[in-house]
């Protein structure tokens, strides 16, 4: 069942996308303007000569790439946009929604721009102090500001090659620059010595230092995001299978009490009839409904499994012999199922989990295979141990399903089955049960050759355990709002 999709709020911190790379802009902005007013305060309040023309010729250089950037985001924004993918509509929504986004919000493409620019900053950052007295400048230190924004912005391997870029501008200003009176200390072309050495070292040891925990910190952040989006997603998740839950146990009973009474009278009109002159199409029509009633009672007692009536709340040691037995408890027509429980070490193995909750869910599973399968097709399932996982593996003998079908298999009320035989919600509560303990439900099938779904349960469940110390009022199936804490 593909994961039910979110809508994914900008990140705080992300590898040049549209909101930081405008932000990459506004710092720019600020660097010109702020080249600007030092240039002038040195010239006019401090008396400093410098090369006032090359000067300003780098600074418009920064200032006509921005504007450029500037332009082209606009244009791309309100020009053509470009059709990436269609979200299925939620419960509820009167049609699908399409995403369009621009080129601009091409992640790999802003990556490429947003390394330009900052590459170039740094070309211009070591000419400027070429022209004002090389590494003797103290506005040197700004090299340490780029590879922090480089850093934050770009992935780590461009971040390294900006470092780089940076180490060989500094060496190059300790060797040749154009001296400045009252700034340049030492004359250039003298040389390298223990001074210029040390500067270097010192250069490099703190353009190394910086970049590398920049981007172990933009990293973790990053990391930390996607847990964060991901545990609301699982919240959101959460709430609508509760919903869902609630909505079909409420109805399953809401429902019972009248399909009762009308199933009582019409036993009791069939039995005054009985004696008496009739045309046949009252019969046939006393058949019908008595048939109708009895499928109204097999919709209700799907409702109530799948509500979860049938889940206990305990937590069991058992065994993978005995789940699948007590799957097999339940299966309607169990001759049509053929079970191969594997090795004496896979039935043996020992599991912690809700028994019943997970034999529940591999039941809908062959439910659904016998379902597909025919009056006449058989189910298998075997037990396997791959990589500290239980595999369990249905696999039935039905035509399969094309690709919109399993895009789509496991979205609530989606179903493929005749009116009357399925309310779309048993794979949405299997694939929730399966993945609050930690497993994984995937679905393999190609046309005329049936479908797998194969289940993967983790062996260990230490850290899900202390949920059987849960009160009974909470269950797999009902989760509590209130315990959902922002945690991956």
Avoid at 295 to 315: E, H, V, Y
Avoid at 343 to 362: K, T
Wanted: proline share 6%; net charge negative.
């Amino acid at each position: 069942m593909p994961t039910p999709r979110e809508p994914i709020p900008i990140p705080l911190i992300a590898p040049a996308r549209r909101g930081s790379f405008t932000w990459l802009l506004h710092l720019r902005w600020m660097a010109v303007a702020g080249q600007l007013i030092t240039i002038l305060a040195a010239v006019f309040l401090a008396d400093v000569e410098l090369l006032f023309t090359p000067l300003l010729i780098l600074i418009a250089i920064t200032a006509i790439t921005n504007l450029v950037c500037v332009i082209w985001l606009r244009y791309t924004q309100t020009g053509k946009s470009t059709l990436v993918g269609v979200t299925e509509p939620a419960v509820g929504s009167a049609r699908p929604t399409a995403e369009r986004v621009s080129e601009a919000d091409d992640p790999s493409l802003l990556q490429s721009v947003a390394l330009a620019l900052m590459l170039l900053d740094l070309v211009t950052l070591t000419l400027m102090l070429y022209f004002s007295g090389g590494a003797d400048n103290p506005f040197s230190f700004f090299y340490f500001v780029n590879l922090a924004v480089g850093g934050v912005m770009i992935r780590p391997r461009p971040a390294w090659s900006m470092t780089a870029f940076a180490i060989v501008g500094y060496m190059i200003l300790l060797g040749f620059n154009v001296p400045v009176e009252g700034i340049t200390i030492r004359q250039p072309g003298s040389g390298f010595n223990l001074h210029t050495g040390g500067l270097l070292f010192a250069f490099s040891t703190c353009a190394t230092v910086v970049t590398y925990y920049v981007t172990r910190t933009a990293g973790e952040l990053q990391n930390r995001e996607r847990e964060l989006r991901r545990a609301q997603a699982a919240q959101a998740a959460s709430h609508r299978l509760e919903g869902l839950t609630t909505l079909a146990a409420g109805a399953a009973h809401e429902l019972a009490t009248p399909l009762s009474t009308i199933d009582v009278i019409v036993r009791e009109l069939s039995r005054h009839l009985e004696g008496c002159e009739k045309p046949p199409s009252v019969d046939t029509d006393l058949k019908l409904i008595d048939g109708q009633l009895e499928m109204c009672r097999q919709i209700l007692a799907r409702m109530r499994s799948a509500a979860g009536d049938a889940m206990a709340d305990r937590w069991d040691q058992t065994t993978v012999g005995d789940l699948i037995d007590a799957t097999l408890e339940g299966i309607r027509d169990p001759h049509r199922v053929d079970v191969d429980d594997g090795s004496d070490r896979v039935e043996n193995q020992e599991l912690w989990v809700p028994r019943e909750a997970v034999a529940q869910a591999i039941r809908n599973l062959i439910h659904n295979g016998l379902d597909a399968s025919g009056s006449e097709g058989r189910v298998r399932v075997k037990a396997t141990l791959v990589d500290q996982q239980l595999q369990l593996l249905v696999h039935d003998s039905g035509q399969g399903m094309t690709d919109d079908v399993l895009k789509r298999a496991g979205d609530p009320f989606f179903t493929t089955k005749e009116p009357g035989r399925g309310i779309g919600l048993g794979l949405f509560l299997t694939r929730n049960v399966i993945s609050q303990l930690g497993g994984k439900l995937t679905f393999q099938s190609s046309p005329e050759q049936g479908t797998r779904a194969i289940v993967r349960l983790p062996l260990e469940q230490d850290d899900i355990r202390p949920l059987a110390k849960t009160p009974p009022e909470s269950s797999l199936l009902y989760p509590s709002g209130e315990t959902n804490d922002l945690t991956s």
